[in-house]
């Protein structure tokens, strides 16, 4: 579905609307969310899809999954939290996921930034380079 300019301001501003400190705030998504499908305003299907696709990305731009080959101990993750708290700020979300499918190294997603550290991956760089 092709969503009009004006759909993308309203569903932006819903967005907006949502912000508390900079942070998107679950609850105040949820109620505009169930106000707008109640009052169903004009073009607000087109509108909740670009919303959604907004707090979409900000979810994803939060959230912080770590795979590795096998399980990191305590102190392993404490180091890998710490090091992308710096890098992307502090209130991240952290998953921690066991993928056998990887040789070795870690493979860490961040929104849209990923960090392939894995066996896997430098194996392919170097195959690449020659």
Not at 21 to 30: H, M, N, Y
Not at 66 to 91: F, M, W, Y
Request: net charge positive.
């Amino acid at each position: 579905m092709k969503i009009s300019k004006q759909a993308r301001r309203d569903g932006k501003r819903l967005y907006q609307g949502c912000l508390a400190e900079g942070r998107l705030d679950a609850a105040k998504v949820r109620e505009t969310v169930r106000l707008v499908v109640e009052n169903r305003p004009r073009g607000w299907l087109a509108a909740l899809t670009h919303f959604q696709r907004l707090v979409k990305l900000e979810v994803d731009r939060c959230t912080a999954r770590v795979e590795s080959p096998t399980a990191l101990d305590a102190a392993q993750q404490a180091q890998i939290k710490a090091r992308l708290e710096g890098v992307h700020g502090a209130g991240l979300t952290f998953e921690f996921v066991q993928n056998a499918d990887l040789l070795g190294g870690l493979r860490i997603r961040v929104g849209s930034d990923v960090y392939d550290g894995s066996v896997e991956s430098r194996l392919a760089a170097l195959e690449q380079s020659f």
